[in-house]
């Protein structure tokens, strides 16, 4: 079972930055992508950010496009999300998942990541 362990979250003010992390058991390198979900209180999980180990453009939900930066470290083993600009609406429990294998299925559905962390709370005041 891959643990993957977020950090970073916590209360910022509107237009304030954040970089959450996340941190993997293993070698990042090994899984086929990794990405960031979001869920609002009494909300489903949304997509918010995704990137392959094999390279390539990272994949953002349009909500976020040019204020979120979805990044690797390899030598760490850790995936970021710099969020920048932030806005009320993206208050939410992020959530960081790993996809293990190689797969032509979507990289912003959550069922289709097989490993997940235990979230980390972001609150945007207005």
């Known amino acids: 079972q891959v643990q993957l362990v977020e950090s970073g979250g916590g209360l910022v003010q509107a237009g304030d930055s954040l970089r959450l992390s996340c941190a993997a058991p293993r070698s990042i390198s090994s899984y086929y992508a990794m990405g960031w979900f979001r869920q609002a209180p009494g909300k489903e999980r949304k997509f918010v950010a995704a990137?392959?180990?094999?390279?390539?453009?990272?994949y953002y939900d349009d909500s976020v496009k040019g204020r979120f930066t979805i990044s690797r470290d390899n030598a760490k083993d850790t995936v970021y999300l710099q969020m920048n600009s932030l806005k009320p609406e993206d208050t939410a429990v992020y959530y960081c998942a790993a996809r293990t294998r190689r797969s032509s299925m979507s990289l912003s559905v959550p069922v289709n990541y097989d490993a997940w962390g235990q979230g980390t709370q972001v609150t945007v005041s207005s």
């Open positions: 990137i392959r180990a094999s390279g390539g453009s990272p």
